[in-house]
């Protein structure tokens, strides 16, 4: 099955990512938000990072101009009534992905494959909300997007062979390496990155270190190419509570309690490097 029309849906830093690499596969992707300044934003981020590509000379100005002719921002979700592959990109929360996928389940063809790129939230219940569950599956890019080799792809309980195999196919057409999955809190990668970037803040929150040092031991201590707390204001503290939450829930185990440090960041609309402020300062 060659999946030839997308929709992304979400433009924000993961969204923006998801419709640039489609794009640069040769796609035709419609770019969806709720969001006018979110499309305009995350297209514009598109066009820096291909800028910055065409001036290292690893694409020509008419290929930039070919990858962003292949994207187009619409604010109205039932442009998906002619799209094969639908990736929903919006933000970590269960009752604004399954309002989506309602609506998708009753916009999209019907042979149209609904992905999502939860970072933790469980597949299985997303399938359920719609009458095409075994054509429901997690397509989790990494971030940065462009950057990243890995897709983390989640089966659902009920996501068919065929709806796995063809998303396996697209994932290397990407030329982006998949690894399957099963549906449970956190799949692998949040399972095991989250409570080490938690840890990082309990460390910060009980006076161990300043958020520098803990950096700064990771990075340089471990190899890691970003310290947890750099990583977490990149990831954005509102997703990382978000995952810990469902971790926590999900396992019903104590020791993925979010640290109330965290809780208090994003109260305070501290999100990191998207709202300017988190464990670091943004210009
Ligand atoms: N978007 C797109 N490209 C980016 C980027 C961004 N935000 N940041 C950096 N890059 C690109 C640069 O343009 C550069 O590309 P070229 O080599 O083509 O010029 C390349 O990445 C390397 O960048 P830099 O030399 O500026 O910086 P670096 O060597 O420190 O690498 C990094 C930057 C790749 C982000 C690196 O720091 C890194 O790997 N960090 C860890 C990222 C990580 O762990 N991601 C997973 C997060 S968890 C997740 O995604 C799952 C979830 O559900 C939360
Ligand atoms: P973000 O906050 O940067 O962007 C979310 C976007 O969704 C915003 O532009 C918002 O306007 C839009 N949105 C909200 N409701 C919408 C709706 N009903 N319809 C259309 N658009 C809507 O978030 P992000 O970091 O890009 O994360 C998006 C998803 O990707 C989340 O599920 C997150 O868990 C997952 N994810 C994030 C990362 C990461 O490192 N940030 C990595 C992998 C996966």
Redesign the pocket.
């Known amino acids: 099955m060659t999946k030839k029309r997308m929709m992304v849906i979400g433009a924000g830093?993961?969204g923006s990512?998801i419709a640039q690499v489609f794009a640069q596969a040769g796609l035709e992707v419609k770019f969806n938000d709720i969001s006018e300044d979110a499309l305009i934003q995350g297209r514009k981020?598109i066009e820096n990072?291909l800028r910055?590509?065409v001036d290292?000379g690893?694409i020509t100005e008419a290929d930039m101009r070919d990858v962003l002719g292949r994207i187009t921002t619409t604010t109205d979700l039932k442009e998906a009534s002619d799209c094969d592959l639908i990736i929903e990109a919006v933000v970590e929360k269960m009752d604004v992905k399954t309002n989506v996928f309602r609506q998708l389940d009753e916009i999209a063809p019907e042979h149209a494959i609904l992905a999502t790129?939860?970072?933790?939230l469980p597949i299985t219940d997303i399938a359920a909300a719609t009458n095409r569950p075994s054509q429901v599956i997690g397509m989790?890019?990494?971030?940065?997007?462009?950057?990243?080799k890995l897709v983390e792809i989640i089966r659902a309980i009920q996501t068919s062979d065929a709806t796995y195999e063809a998303v396996e196919a697209m994932t290397v057409k990407l030329e982006k390496t998949p690894v399957e999955v099963e549906d449970f809190p956190g799949f692998v990668?949040?399972r095991i990155?989250?409570p080490m970037i938690n840890e990082a803040i309990y460390t910060v929150y009980e006076g161990v270190a300043t958020p520098e040092d803990v950096d700064a031991v990771m990075k340089l201590g471990m190899n890691?190419?970003?310290g947890p707390l750099t990583?977490a204001d990149?990831?954005?503290l509102d997703?990382?509570l978000s995952?810990m939450e469902v971790l926590h829930e999900g396992f019903g185990d104590s020791k993925y309690r979010p640290c109330p440090l965290l809780r208090k960041y994003v109260s305070a609309g501290w999100l990191g490097k998207k709202s300017g402020r988190g464990f670091y300062i943004y210009d």
Do not use: D, E, W, Y
């Open positions: 830093q993961m990512g981020g990072r910055r590509a290292k690893r790129n939860t970072s933790s989790h890019f990494m971030n940065p997007v462009p950057v990243m990668s949040n990155l989250m890691h190419p970003m990583l990149f990831i954005g997703t990382c995952i």
